[in-house]
T-cell receptor, first 116, second 114 residues
Framework: NAGVTQTPKFQVLKTGQSMTLQCAQDMNHNSMYWYRQDPGMGLRLIYYSASEGTTDKGEVPNGYNVSRLNKREFSLRLESAAPSQTSVYFC???????????????FGDGTRLSIL | KQEVTQIPAALSVPEGENLVLNCSFTDSAIYNLQWFRQDPGKGLTSLLLIQSSQREQTSGRLNASLDKSSGRSTLYIAASQPGDSATYLCAVRPGETSGSRLTFGEGTQLTVNP
């Protein structure tokens, strides 16, 4: 039972390069989320997808785009990476939208991204 | 804007001790509060979720309490073990009818020494 799977686990980019972080869940969850975790800042929500076909901005969306490819997959794209985007990125998922307030979120193991 | 604070930032205890981790939040209008565990290099694992109408939740040696009016939650760990060493985070879901924005504290790094 894989849960939430993120790829890659580590990545180093140069400023201005682009890349896509992949996330897939096998729990048939409707809602998916992208967070970044930084020292002294805690976890902050970048984007979320309440259900397949919808996406919404979170607390820190600037510099990112997302795609909810299907119910299982939710990708995060950095179009032009900046050093300020050096962080650990976590994907999470949770149960059906109308019940989401009662359900815990399940997290992947994270992608450690360094922008030089 | 909701702010979540966890005290202490780090805690080191000998094996077998009972301990309490604290979480406070500025806006008492929340739907629920969740405690997570994060091991080094890993994601977050949900430990306990307390609905706003509840006062506490228990799972094994863990007990989480919630005092919504005062904006506080505690995580009590009984008979601590070295395997409990990890960072513990609390997160609150805001009092909104839509959206799913958890606001996280920065965590308490716990070390249990054998």
């Amino acid at each position: 039972n894989a849960g939430v799977t993120q790829t890659p686990k580590f990545q180093v980019l140069k400023t201005g390069q682009s890349m896509t972080l992949q996330c897939a869940q096998d729990m048939n969850h409707n809602s998916m989320y992208w967070y970044r975790q930084d020292p002294g800042m805690g976890l902050r929500l970048i984007y979320y997808s309440a259900s397949e076909g919808t996406t919404d901005k979170g607390e820190v969306p600037n510099g990112y785009n997302v795609s909810r490819l299907n119910k299982r997959e939710f990708s995060l794209r950095l179009e032009s990476a900046a050093p300020s985007q050096t962080s650990v990125y976590f994907c999470a998922s949770s149960e059906a939208w109308h019940r989401v307030i009662h359900q815990p979120q399940h997290f992947g193991d994270g992608t450690r991204l360094s922008i030089l | 804007k909701q702010e979540v604070t966890q005290i202490p930032a780090a805690l080191s205890v000998p094996e077998g001790e009972n301990l309490v981790l604290n979480c406070s939040f500025t806006d008492s209008a929340i739907y629920n509060l969740q405690w997570f565990r994060q091991d080094p290099g890993k994601g977050l694992t949900s430990l306990l979720l307390i609905q706003s109408s509840q006062r506490e939740q228990t799972s094994g040696r863990l007990n989480a309490s919630l005092d919504k009016s005062s904006g506080r939650s505690t995580l009590y760990i009984a008979a601590s073990q070295p395997g409990d060493s990890a960072t513990y985070l609390c997160a609150v879901r805001p009092g909104e009818t839509s959206g799913s924005r958890l606001t996280f504290g920065e965590g308490t790094q716990l070390t249990v020494n054998p």
